[in-house]
């Protein structure tokens, strides 16, 4: 058996965030056209080394029916117009927008980037129309320092789960 801790992190005021700066040649790109296959392919791809197991058996139409959710905000995190990530952002009950998936492809980690990345993500978080509330969770599973990346950013702990999970 596998113990997995699960931290559950928010940001409730806009003013808490401490970006870090983007380096020349970052830009955080808007997806403004869903494509199911865009949103699946970085799923793989950022989540193969972390575990990311929920969406592996989803349908194409499952992928469809989620890319197209008028709440769901995807963007990619580019260098010099190369993908190095993606995030997804979706706007919930209560004003609060989660960041469902947020990650690097394998070629981007360790160089930097999930700081500015990360901020970049949170900065449109806050834009969209409402929010009062940024939230996410990350586990033990996760890259090693997703959670202080998420907490030097300035997410707040507000609750943890310890699970154990059956090896497969």
Same mark, same amino acid.
Not at 5 to 13: Q, R, S
Not at 131 to 139: A, G
């Given at each position: 058996?596998?113990?997995?801790?699960?931290?559950? $992190?928010?940001?409730?005021?806009? &003013?808490?965030?401490?970006?870090?700066?983007?380096?020349?040649?970052?830009?955080?790109? @808007?997806?403004?056209?869903? %494509?199911? %296959?865009? &949103?699946? &392919?970085?799923?793989?791809?950022?989540?193969?080394?972390?575990?990311?197991?929920?969406?592996?058996? +989803?349908?194409?139409?499952? +992928?469809?029916? @989620?890319? &197209?959710?008028?709440?769901?905000?995807?963007?990619?995190?580019?260098?010099?117009?190369?993908?190095?990530?993606?995030?997804?952002?979706?706007?919930?009950?209560?004003?609060?927008?989660?960041?469902?998936?947020?990650?690097? $492809?394998?070629?981007?980690i360790g160089k930097g980037l999930g700081g500015a990345f990360l901020s970049g993500v949170v900065e449109?978080?806050?834009?969209?129309?409402? =929010?009062?509330?940024? +939230?996410? @969770? =990350?586990? %033990?599973?996760?890259h090693p320092h997703a959670l202080d990346n998420y907490k030097a950013r300035g997410f707040k702990l507000?609750?943890?789960?310890?699970?154990? $999970?059956?090896?497969?």
């Amino acid at each position: 058996m596998n113990m997995v801790t699960t931290y559950h $992190l928010e940001m409730l005021d806009r &003013n808490d965030l401490r970006p870090k700066p983007a380096p020349p040649g970052f830009d955080l790109v @808007h997806v403004d056209s869903p %494509t199911p %296959t865009l &949103n699946q &392919n970085f799923y793989h791809k950022v989540g193969a080394d972390w575990q990311w197991s929920g969406r592996l058996k +989803w349908s194409a139409d499952k +992928w469809s029916e @989620h890319v &197209n959710s008028s709440r769901l905000h995807t963007f990619v995190g580019q260098m010099n117009g190369q993908p190095i990530g993606y995030v997804e952002l979706e706007q919930q009950v209560e004003n609060s927008v989660e960041i469902l998936y947020f990650g690097l $492809l394998p070629d981007a980690i360790g160089k930097g980037l999930g700081g500015a990345f990360l901020s970049g993500v949170v900065e449109q978080a806050w834009r969209l129309p409402g =929010t009062r509330r940024v +939230w996410l @969770h =990350t586990c %033990t599973d996760d890259h090693p320092h997703a959670l202080d990346n998420y907490k030097a950013r300035g997410f707040k702990l507000f609750k943890t789960e310890r699970k154990q $999970l059956e090896d497969t």
